[in-house]
Nanobody, 124 residues
Framework: QVQLVESGGGLVQAGGSLRLSCAAS????????MGWFRQAPGKEREFVAT????????YYADSVKGRFTISRDNAKNTVYLQMNSLKPEDTAVYYC?????????????????WGQGTQVTVSS
């Protein structure tokens, strides 16, 4: 079992930055594909970013490409999401997800471990 705990969310003005962290416990995530998703009120959970186990390959949703960066520190069993140039439409609960298989995983059904989420609110 893998437990995931997100942190780093908060309230920020448009154009600002936040860095989310996802700390894993229970197992090392060094061989896990990791992803970030988000869910706004009244909307389905959507893909944001994913990283292979080494961090050597990443993939982003078009809506965040060039603004968000996923990275990981396997020694710390932690994954990060650096969010720059934030927009009001980025407001959502952000979730970290993990799956013990290789590859870039972009759908919710790909993942079997989820964190509880952290709220990000971007004011205009």
């Amino acid at each position: 079992q893998v437990q995931l705990v997100e942190s780093g969310g908060g309230l920020v003005q448009a154009g600002g930055s936040l860095r989310l962290s996802c700390a894993a416990s229970g197992r090392t995530i060094s061989t896990y594909a990791m992803g970030w998703f988000r869910q706004a009120p009244g909307k389905e959970r959507e893909f944001v970013a994913t990283s292979t186990w080494s961090g050597g390959r990443t993939y982003y949703a078009d809506s965040v490409k060039g603004r968000f960066t996923i990275s990981r520190d396997n020694a710390k069993n932690t994954v990060y999401l650096q969010m720059n140039s934030l927009k009001p439409e980025d407001t959502a609960v952000y979730y970290c997800a993990a799956r013990g298989i290789p590859g870039l995983l972009t759908t919710t059904s790909n993942y079997n471990y989820w964190g509880q989420g952290t709220q990000v609110t971007v004011s205009s």
